[in-house]
């Protein structure tokens, strides 16, 4: 089952781009959100401390964007995903795959993510995560907006179409028989380092509420307390079948990660995401792969060819390109192959000697920079821009839930004011 976007054309650019200067008289109904929340997480854990520390999080504006634009970034990820799986692709990604990472288990990557900035050209692919954070709270923040006037209300129904727990759980049945072959999990662990203390918390809370009102027994476990004993990986003592992946330790390489390295190494439980998926997606190095020349050599069909050339172009960095890249540094964003959330990535223009230096020790990617557009929000009365982007989750190149994300600075963050994540509508 997947989201449906019906093909449409660049007409509505006007529009869009009318209502992200021009509208601010919809948006989230806060007294909804919150008492949604509240419904979701009655009982688990202080509502009020976990949004007062997270002032942040959702965005009062929602953001527009043409359906036509929404039809691109689709075909844009169906072509990756496309080309993740032809072996000319995955002979070359292999150079780059940690050993934890070579095996492949049969599980695609459970809520994938695909991060586009929006462009007078059309959408432009920037980042790909396997542990894409926050789809479990846009749900519930698309279904707590209030709309203002035809155009809006009919974008907010396409917003509030799709029935996410639905597709939710058709991910993780389908994970675990592409490993398995039949029947679903019994008991699923959401996994990540001290889970209480992580910023997108809340969302954790939300997805084990969902999974467990689904016929899930779920657990929120820091990955530092599992254990692997016998032929079973345990969670508070007790065997686990299923891990929801959110660890930014993709290779598992830390030593409070020892137990879910063995289990997922000897095949004892299904991880989703895992390092082979990683590898073969997220790893920005697959980002240079993609743009080159070499997808016309792997037997790829014309449109996903056409979809790939619209990648922004990206480049190893390399001590024989590094002269070249830094006289033009102004071009381009740094990215550390394995990096995420924007950690160690650096616009070329912001670019020191010193920093410079680092990225040349280490394994970056240039990528060609791509300015972001705009959403403008009030605050205080006051009118105020925002940088946007857009993400769609996916599972196996099908659309789960898009959202946006607005801020300030070089990066997405959660530390502007009227920022956060907003739902996307479609006109």
Excluded at 57 to 65: C, E, G, T
Excluded at 210 to 220: D, P, Q, Y
């Amino acid at each position: 089952m997947s989201v449906v976007l019906e093909p449409g054309t660049r007409s509505h650019a006007t529009l869009s781009a009318r209502l992200n200067a021009e509208c601010f008289c919809t948006g989230l109904d806060e007294p909804a959100f919150k008492a949604a929340l509240a419904r979701e997480i009655d009982g688990e854990a202080d509502l009020s401390a976990l949004m007062e520390a997270r002032p942040h999080l959702v965005s009062q504006a929602p953001v527009f964007i043409e359906r036509s634009d929404g039809v691109e970034m689709l075909d844009i990820v169906a072509a990756i995903e496309a080309a993740s799986r032809m072996q000319g692709y995955m002979e070359i990604a292999s150079a780059w795959t940690p050993e934890i990472a070579r095996r492949a288990f049969g599980p695609r990557g459970a809520m994938m993510g695909y991060d586009f900035h929006l462009t007078p050209d059309g959408p432009k692919l920037i980042e790909i995560n396997t542990n894409a954070g926050g789809a479990f709270l846009n749900a519930v923040i698309a279904r707590a907006q209030s709309a203002c006037c035809r155009e809006v209300e009919e974008a907010l129904a396409s917003t509030r179409g799709a029935d996410f727990e639905t597709l939710v759980v058709d991910m993780f049945e389908r994970e675990w028989r592409a490993q398995r072959g039949a029947g679903r999990p019994g008991r699923i662990a959401i996994v990540d380092d001290a889970p209480e203390a992580q910023y997108l918390y809340p969302e954790f809370l939300l997805a084990r509420r969902m999974l467990m009102r689904c016929g899930f027994e779920t657990v929120i476990a820091d990955a530092a307390s599992l254990r692997y004993e016998g032929d079973a990986l345990l969670a508070d003592g007790r065997p686990v079948d299923l891990v929801y992946n959110r660890l930014t330790d993709f290779a598992f390489d830390a030593p409070a990660h020892a137990a879910l390295r063995a289990a997922y190494a000897d095949g004892a439980v299904v991880v989703t995401p895992n390092p082979h998926v990683h590898a073969l997606l997220a790893d920005k190095r697959n980002l240079a792969l993609l743009c080159s020349d070499r997808p016309g050599t792997w037997g790829l069909d014309r449109a996903h060819l056409a979809s790939l050339a619209r990648i922004p172009q990206a480049t190893p960095v390399t001590a024989g390109n590094a002269d070249a890249l830094w006289k033009g540094r102004k071009g381009f964003f740094f990215k550390p192959s394995g990096g995420y959330g924007g950690k160690a990535v650096y616009r070329g223009d912001k670019l020191t000697k010193g920093v410079w230096d680092a990225i040349l020790a280490d394994d970056y990617i240039a990528q060609a920079l791509v300015t972001p557009s705009e959403r403008m929000i009030r605050l205080d009365g006051a009118p105020h821009a925002r940088k946007l982007d857009v993400r769609l989750y996916t599972y196996d190149g099908a659309l789960l839930l898009a959202a946006a994300r607005l801020y300030q600075g070089q990066t997405t963050n959660f530390r502007t004011p009227g920022g956060g994540f907003a739902p996307v509508y479609l006109v």
